[in-house]
C-alpha cells in the first residue's frame, strides 16, 4: 500500500513539474518494483493457503516459508535484468536462475 501511495504521489510530482519530459525516471523503477512486491505477497499468500484448493501454477510458485533472506528478497527486487523495463517474473524462477535449478540445470557456462 505505501508503495502504490508513494507511487501515485511521485507521478502526480513528476507530471506537475516535469511535464513532457521523456527521460528514464524513478516512477518506472517504482512501477516495476509495485509490480514484483505484489508478485511476491501473491507467492506467499498461495503458500499459506489450503493447496487443494489452488491452481497448479498458483501450487508450482507458492512460497511455503514465512520469511526469505534479505539479501535474496533485495537480489529479486533490484535484478539488472528487470529493473527498469520488466519483465516481470515470479520468485521461485528467480531463484531456480541463480541456483541453476530446474528449467535453468541446462545453462552453459559463460566463461
Known sequence: MINA???SLA???KQYYYYGFW???????IMMNF????SLACCF????MDQSTLKRREKYYAIKTTHI???????YMYYC?????GPNFEYKDFVNFIELKEN????PPTI
Open 35 to 38: 509490480c514484483k512486491l505484489t
Open 23 to 29: 527521460g528514464v525516471e524513478i516512477t518506472q523503477a
Open 45 to 48: 499468500r498461495d503458500g499459506a
Open 104 to 107: 535453468y540445470s541446462k545453462i
Open 81 to 85: 535484468g528487470s529493473t527498469l523495463c
Open 69 to 75: 533472506p534479505f539479501l535474496e528478497y533485495l537480489s
Open 11 to 13: 507521478q502526480i510530482y
Open 5 to 7: 501511495i508513494f507511487t
